[in-house]
């Protein structure tokens, strides 16, 4: 019976090792957020921003093209939108309006 305990023992704490590798393995995932949204098949979360295009005011970037599309739209009833909120209420109408009068000053018209 003592060599039934044992292996039963021994079975015990090699399972008991095993959990306990892999509750290491998963706090280091947990750890980084990077891997967990790479396993979920998310994009990376610190994505590089575009050379190529002009400043993004949803990201906090002042673009000279922003800004003087400001000063265009200034005497037009269209206000250049300062939040996400305000840019997500905006119609279709009126971001045509504001890219057509930003297309002036840089010489896109």
Partial sequence: MS???TTLVSALITKMERMDAQIDILRKEVSNPDIILKRAGL???RSPTATDVWGDPLRGDIDEVITKAVGEVGDSPITMPNTNEEWNEMSWDDIHVMA????GPEGRN
Avoid: K, L
């Fill in 100 to 103: 057509e009068q930003a297309a």
């Fill in 3 to 5: 060599d039934e305990v």
């Fill in 43 to 45: 994009v990376h979360a």
